[in-house]
């Protein structure tokens, strides 16, 4: 219990003091998850809004394999990611590999499934009928795509969510692919987890608040759009 | 434009700005080196007293990579990293005779100790060989956490265990965490169990453990860093102009001054003894 207080002491601490690393680590945390939803949400919205629309022999075990990929287990991917990457991989000319842009690569990989299922299911979800409202009134098939996202809104921007909460949270990943390098690539998650091994449990558990703050700060804000935009 | 198309337009126009903006930030190749490195060096700290101080005078990026001995030189092995800071010998023999590495030096040592719970049930402490003490632990069948990840830590306790001739893998009472040192240690204080550990890492967590040294200063504890650059013969992408770099300033004057001063304020004596030029027939092997 007393260890919760220090930590809790050592992030008010950190905090207050705008302490330089543990600043740029969250500002890191944030750029690369956040530029890895970005991503996802570009590939996952598109991909899923043409998967739910479409109609075509094969089209569940797609749907299926989508939804699996929503519990991709992060290490998974860390693995291949980095195989690929490596300097002798199939993809080494790329010269990318412990970076934070393999970071980014990894964890869209790991975002964009989430993002797609929600999408494909918050799709299907709206009164079958719609479509066909939609197209009686002479919209066009683009017109059409863009009122059904649109009604969409509410579910989507959960999905938003759980993508972003899936990787700014996730470390097997970004410490595969990323090397939790000090400076570079050193995130939230993976400081927690060294810090952990050094024994520093104040400073992990000051790490940890700093995560859940960060977490909270941007559901936050995603809540707030998403509820005053509530239909009607 | 309405409202949501704007929306994903400037949701297009950060992801690539984003994007961009991080690979901006990516250094050029040839300028960065991968250090693959055991959890010691980073778990106590060391490298981030050195890693600053080669950047500066060679201005290489160096990417740090801590992960067990073992890992560190398969990662070499396949060319993946440029140079390695570790301490597993025998596998670096191997490691050498196979052609992977070159120019391995003598970089530091410290050793290895035996902790455990203060009640000691097995009845180890002051025992003077290390093989002594762990048949007294198989005798009495008390926990013992072992690594388990093919580190060089690991690698020295399969060699004590053997040496003891006592085949532990299978047994109730030994259990592997297949974590870094640090949280091994965590584990055994928590199930209050023993374990081999080195000296560093011990004593950077030993104020949250609860554990004791109870046997130390067997000859057969001695735990040798070495510096390896990796062979570029064999992988032509590794960086060895910056390995051979990193290699000299490993075993420099003024960085074996740095190794040996280390830690002395924070606990009262050195982590890492400065080796550097000696032959490894010199500290006892």
């Known amino acids: 219990m007393e260890l919760i207080l220090e930590g809790i002491a050592k992030a008010a601490s950190l905090l207050a003091s705008l302490d330089r690393e543990v600043m740029a680590i969250t500002w890191l945390s944030l750029k690369v998850s956040g530029s890895a939803t970005l991503i996802s949400l570009l590939l996952g919205i598109s991909g899923g809004t043409a998967l739910a629309l479409s109609d075509f022999p094969g089209k569940r075990l797609l749907v299926s394999l989508v939804n699996t990929g929503m519990a991709l287990p992060p290490v998974v991917v860390g693995l291949f990611v980095s195989i690929f990457f490596w300097r002798n991989g ?71 969510m759980a993508g972003f909460g899936g990787v700014i949270s996730e470390v097997g990943a970004s410490i595969m692919v990323g090397g939790n390098i000090k400076g570079y690539t050193r995130v939230l998650t993976t400081a927690t987890v060294m810090e952990t091994g050094r024994g520093n449990f104040d400073l992990a558990i000051a790490l940890s608040l700093i995560l859940l703050l960060l977490c909270f700060a941007i559901n936050y804000l995603l809540t707030r759009i998403q509820q005053r935009e509530r239909p009607r | 434009m309405n409202q949501w198309q704007r929306l994903f337009f400037s949701l297009l126009i950060a992801a690539t700005l984003a994007v961009t903006g991080i690979c901006d930030s990516a250094a050029a190749a040839s300028k960065t080196l991968i250090l693959a490195t055991t959890t010691s060096t980073q778990d106590s700290g060391l490298l981030d007293v050195l890693i600053p101080v080669f950047e500066k005078e060679s201005g290489y990026f160096v990417k740090t990579i801590a992960v067990g001995s073992g890992q560190a030189m398969a990662m070499g092995e396949k060319g993946e990293a440029d140079v390695l800071l570790v301490h597993s010998p025998d596998a670096e023999k191997k490691f050498m005779d ?67 001739g006592i085949a532990a893998d299978g047994q109730k009472w030994y259990q592997q965490t ?22 560093a890492t011990y004593l950077a967590l030993k104020k949250t453990l609860g554990l004791e ?15 390896i650059e990796v062979n570029r013969a064999k992988w032509p992408k590794v960086n060895a102009a910056g390995a051979k770099a990193f290699g000299d300033f490993m075993v420099g004057k003024k960085v074996q001054e740095i190794i040996g001063r280390f830690g002395v304020d924070k606990f009262g004596a050195p982590l890492f003894f400065p080796d550097a030029g000696k032959k490894p027939e010199s500290l006892g092997l």
């Open chain 1, 90 to 160: 199939p993809l080494g000319f790329a010269e990318i590999l412990y970076t934070p842009a393999a970071m980014v690569i990894a964890q869209a990989i790991i975002a964009t499934p989430i993002v797609m299922g929600i999408t494909v299911a918050s799709i299907q979800n709206l009164p079958p009928n719609l479509r066909l409202q939609i197209l009686a009134l002479g919209a066009t098939r683009g017109q059409m795509v863009r009122l059904l996202v649109r009604e969409a809104r509410l579910p989507l921007l959960a999905g938003v």
């Open chain 2, 98 to 164: 196979k052609g992977a590495g070159v120019n391995r030096r003598l970089v530091m040592h410290n050793d290895f100790v035996i902790v455990g719970p203060a009640a000691d049930p097995a009845k180890i402490r002051g025992t003077k060989s290390s093989a002594e003490a762990f048949k007294k632990i198989a005798k009495a069948g008390s926990l013992f956490l072992s690594r388990g990840d093919n580190s060089g830590t690991h690698a020295k306790e399969k060699g004590l265990w053997k040496g003891a």
């Open chain 2, 178 to 199: 297949g974590l870094g040192m640090g949280q091994t240690l965590n584990v055994a204080a928590e199930k209050k169990g023993y374990t081999l550990t080195d000296r």
């Open chain 2, 213 to 227: 040294i109870l046997v130390e200063g067997d000859a057969k504890l001695l735990n040798i860093y070495h510096v």
